[in-house]
């Protein structure tokens, strides 16, 4: 069981498939003390059980009935119970080291993270119990209200459809729960993309996910960030750490 004395900060942490949510996602948990990362991408369904495409007759990871959402809320509801995973996560060690990937200066990282942790230090002073900080990234955390609301703090990447595919071109395939998932030519156009605008338009002004512009009901409580190619990455890590430090003071 939970100790009286935890606290468990759930951050949700968005975006198309190759906004770079899980380079982000993967940069903060290693910056943040005591914290833990969740990808979305464990909770996808069986191979055997992912929805057939009838138009392209292909399987399609991109639908929302490819997840297990009623796994997937029970998990992040006994997190916050507890503070413990209950589901095995085969996907952190699938995610490229993004300090291999980037050359992030020392004193940058070594500033953010004492940054970090200080304000996670100043809030179980005042609140006097541990914090857990646990960040779930995933492609489609807000599409579902029930669980969109569990998120203490929710964060959204957004990229350019051009951005978008370029990155998603560069990449060899997926691993599945039983095997390696590699896209057809028209995968990205067809499902990827069509189904990040179909479940992410509500949150943009005139339903535009290209235009960056989100309803005015949203700006408050989800904190944006335009990740394209010419963005640093410095600029990505230091928006998580003001994201965090706005909303835990």
Known sequence: MKASNQKVILIGLGGCSSSGKSTIAKI?????????????????????????????????????????????????????????????????????????????????????????????EAQQTTSKCELKIVIVEGFMLYNDPNIAKLFDI???????????????AGRPGYQTLDSYWVDPPYYFDEFVYKSYADTHS??????DVESGMLKPEFKDTIFLFDNNNDTKIEDAVSWIFDAVAKSLN
């Open 154 to 168: 929710s964060l959204l990447v957004r990229s350019s459809y051009n951005t978008l595919k370029e990155r998603r």
């Open 28 to 120: 903060a948990n290693s910056l943040i003390t005591n914290s833990v990362l969740i990808h979305q991408d464990d909770f996808f369904k069986h191979d055997n059980e992912i929805p057939i495409n009838s138009k392209y007759n292909i399987q399609d990871w991109d639908t929302p009935d490819a997840i297990d959402f009623d796994l997937f809320k029970q998990e992040l509801i006994s997190i916050k119970k507890d503070g413990k995973i209950k589901t095995e996560l085969i996907h952190n060690d699938n995610v490229e080291d993004p300090f291999k990937k980037f050359s992030l200066p020392y004193g940058f990282i070594n500033s953010i993270s004492s940054k970090f942790n200080k304000i996670i």
């Open 202 to 207: 509500y949150l943009f002004i005139n339903s």
